[in-house]
């Protein structure tokens, strides 16, 4: 069984910067404590990047949400460092357009068609965004993969809508740690 880590979206952007949120903020020490958690058992971590390009606001989400974040090459685009600093595990990043990231199968190359190989915990921002988006692309994917997201790590848009995410992903069997 391979133990993944999926770390969505905790770039500076969401967290300090263009997008920022006290709940995101608050989430930083629970997330870092669950990486060095993963670091310490010798685990899979993967972290992913909103990732635009200079033309962001001519795009259908810079339409819809006209705030340009996670330029590429830009300070807000990187991960915070306090997540990276010290992971001594050899880890991914994946630079995801868009809330769902479709290329997983080629990042996790399950050895089993149906993913039951596959034990995923994702953690990030925002859960009513990027976590749901990917949590259900993967069920989708893999539906024998454990998919689970604890949600004393994510932070959503709103406290509702994290809450509304978490609901959904629990309807679609992906199991959530609510301590």
Not at 29 to 57: C, L, N, Q, W
Not at 74 to 80: A, F, K, N
Not at 111 to 127: K, R
């Amino acid at each position: 069984m391979r133990n993944i880590l999926i770390v969505v979206d905790m770039q500076k952007d969401f967290v300090t910067g263009a997008l920022a949120s006290a709940e995101a903020q608050a989430i930083l020490p629970e997330v870092k404590a669950k990486i060095s958690e993963y670091d310490r058992a010798g685990k899979e971590i993967i972290f992913t990047r909103d990732t635009h390009g200079e033309d962001y606001m001519q795009t259908n989400e810079g339409k819809h949400l006209p705030v340009p974040h996670c330029i590429k090459g830009t300070d807000g685009w990187q991960i915070c460092s306090e997540l990276t600093d010290g992971v001594t595990s050899e880890y991914k990043t994946v630079d995801k357009p868009t809330f769902g990231f479709l290329g997983w199968k080629d990042v996790l190359a399950s050895e089993t068609a149906d993913g039951s190989d596959l034990d995923i915990e994702m953690i990030g921002v925002c859960t009513d965004i990027c976590v749901v988006s990917n949590a259900l692309i993967l069920k989708a994917l893999y539906p024998e993969a454990t998919v689970r997201v604890d949600a004393g790590c994510c932070a959503g848009v709103t406290p509702e809508a994290h809450a509304a995410a978490l609901a959904t992903m629990r309807s679609c069997q992906v199991d959530i740690i609510d301590k």
